[in-house]
């Protein structure tokens, strides 16, 4: 048995006396001791290292107490698994140097033995679990397949991932066979991380907020319904999507049991659109965890005012930053404990 199951329970829908917190990147570069091993370690020694990754799991958990650990790993070790280079530049973020522009480019693509290309992860939930000792849950995650085509495609990091959407526009066949590739792996990867012990999953469409609405029908959520379809039996689905208020609806009818919200939609908006039925996670803003640390408090019971506290997971809008304090980030969520 879990102790602390309060996010399990906010999962289900379940009254809580208050609701539980946790924040995306939590196991990142705002802390020290993650600064240090990224002295010694890059980036994907990291990721593939086990023990590595459940240490840095673990460090949120022990230094600021959320109320879920989320594995340390990165969505593109995906597309690594399926054949396409992916390296991380410092001052560059992912950089892949040979991207995907054609349909014999999608073909020299595999759909990989999941054991054979990204047991390390497997391995690290299982050590994860190991150390954690029941404390809290573990979240498992990856990235939506249009959020990954936009690496895939684009070479790196952008602000409007151009040339991504232009793949899609004017090779749509290309686009749809690599999306469906990476969704056919993403099944195939979650449902291992579901063996191996994970409690929920989330799945994050951080660049689906680039779409229109239609395009979003389109090139995205068709392929975020199939992962969801697949889990939803097995194990929590949270789905991510940044900057996507528009389909809230329709993904509170997808059999997700909770859906994130950035920022930009308010929590009265976010109730209203995804039908009032559904757990919400979010929504702070990242940069306001820079404010005065009496300021963070008011605000965080402000948000759990606003949204009420059952059926709610607070939550960040996006990723803590790496700028941001650790006792900032901690009075988050301690102002969260401390909510009556």
């Known amino acids: 048995m879990i102790k602390n199951d309060l996010f399990l329970k906010a ?18 570069r705002y802390l020290p001791d993650f600064m240090v091993l990224k002295e010694k370690y890059d980036f994907f020694t990291r990721c593939q290292t086990p023990e590595l990754a459940t240490k840095i799991t673990i460090m949120p958990i022990d230094q600021i107490g959320p109320d879920a650990a989320i594995l340390f790993s990165d969505i593109l070790v995906v597309l690594q698994a399926m054949q396409i280079s992916v390296e991380m530049k410092d001052g560059v973020g992912p950089w892949i140097p040979n991207p995907i522009r054609s349909q014999a480019d ?31 849950p573990l979240i498992g995650f990856a990235g939506s397949p249009w959020t990954l085509l936009c690496y895939a495609v684009q070479g790196h990091g952008s602000k409007t991932f151009d040339k991504a959407k232009a793949f899609c526009f004017s090779q749509p066949e290309a686009a749809h066979d690599l999306l469906q590739k990476i969704t056919d792996t993403t099944i195939a990867y979650l449902k291992e991380k579901v063996k191996s012990g994970v409690n929920a999953v989330q799945i994050f469409d951080s660049w689906g907020g680039l779409l229109s609405p239609e395009d979003y029908q389109i ?15 097995k194990i929590p689905v949270i789905v991510f999507a940044k900057g996507c ?3 809230l609806n ?11 919200v950035d920022w930009t939609c308010s929590a009265r908006n976010a109730r209203y659109l995804s039908g009032g039925q559904i757990t919400l996670q979010g929504n702070f803003d990242p940069s306001r965890l820079l404010s005065p640390i009496p300021e963070i408090t008011k605000a ?13 997971i ?18 988050f969520v301690d102002a969260v404990k401390s909510y009556y």
């Open 219 to 233: 090139f995205s959520w068709p392929y975020i319904q199939q992962i969801i379809d697949a889990l939803k039996n």
């Open 106 to 136: 999608v073909n020299q693509t595999i759909i990989p033995d999941i054991q054979e290309h990204l047991g390390y992860v497997m391995d690290a939930v299982k050590f994860t679990q190991q150390e954690l000792s029941n404390r809290v």
């Open 11 to 28: 999962l289900s829908g379940k009254t809580v006396r208050r609701p539980p917190v946790w924040m995306m990147r939590q196991a990142g």
């Open 300 to 312: 965080v019971w402000k948000m759990i005012n606003d949204f009420g506290k059952d059926r709610y």
């Open 245 to 247: 208020w528009f389909a």
């Open 250 to 260: 329709e993904m509170s009818k997808s059999g997700a049991v909770a859906l994130g």
């Open 314 to 331: 607070v939550n960040l809008g996006h990723g803590i930053l790496p700028n941001i304090p650790v006792d900032h980030a901690k009075a």
